[in-house]
């Protein structure tokens, strides 16, 4: 499997405040990608990155930034967190872009 | 715009039984396919995938899908599923969008959940 990590994993946070999350890949991979997973929803791309500073809005950006200074990091950032930003948010890389995803285990948010 | 449906949110099924889980797409080009399994508090893993050539694609677990291009249609089966194999299941579309760059869509997922 690819080295592909996520931090934090649980992250409690107030309305209001900046969220940072990380991801983090060993495999040198050049796409990484932001989902968020809701009930009924399925993962909903968020924001995709195909090379170092090099970064897209996916069907939800609305609310969240990337950052990619490295190819290894991708940052999301939850600028003002909301309440309908309490999800599950995966991070994945693959190789190319039509090439098989791996997943990190996920970062839960709860927003109050 | 592509996209992809998972008729099936939920699909109980007993142990050693045959399950299929049902999987349309819609595009305009040439697409990808991909069916990955997520298990509790995990992350999603590929299955099994399909680029090009034999339309039936199996993966090391007894998993099989078949494209059909005709029917749009990139349904999984197991002739026999396992206890092991209760999880969520989601199909997968990529295509190619401007710049050269492919688009990922996601289904919603279904719940295999198997019955001792």
């Known amino acids: 499997d690819a080295g592909i990590t996520q931090s934090p994993r649980h992250k409690v946070t107030e309305t209001g405040t900046p969220v940072t999350l990380r991801c983090h890949q060993t495999e040198n991979h050049r796409y990484m990608y932001w989902y968020r997973q809701d009930p009924g929803h399925g993962l909903r791309l968020i924001h995709y990155s195909y090379g170092v500073k090099d970064t897209d809005k996916g069907e939800v950006s609305d609310g969240y930034s990337v950052s990619r200074s490295k190819t290894e990091d991708f940052l999301l950032t939850l600028e003002s967190a909301t309440s309908s930003q309490t999800s599950v948010y995966f991070c994945?890389?693959?190789?190319?872009?039509?090439?098989?995803?791996?997943f990190g285990p996920g970062t839960r948010l709860l927003v109050l | 715009a592509q996209s992809v449906t998972q008729l099936d949110s939920q699909v109980p099924v007993f142990e050693e039984a045959p399950v299929e889980l049902r999987c349309n797409y819609s595009s305009s080009v040439s697409v990808y396919l991909f069916w990955y399994v997520q298990y509790p508090n995990q992350g999603l893993q590929l299955l099994l995938k399909?680029?090009?050539?034999?339309?039936l694609v199996e993966s090391i677990n007894g998993f099989e899908a078949e494209f059909n291009k005709s029917q749009t249609s990139f349904h999984l089966r197991k002739p026999s599923v396992h206890i092991s194999d209760t999880a969520e299941y989601f199909c997968a579309v990529s295509s190619p969008i401007s710049g050269g760059y492919q688009k990922v869509t996601f289904g919603t997922g279904t719940k295999l959940q198997v019955i001792p």
């Open positions: 399909y680029l090009s050539g034999s339309t």
């Open positions: 994945a890389s693959a190789t190319g872009a039509e090439e098989t995803q791996y």
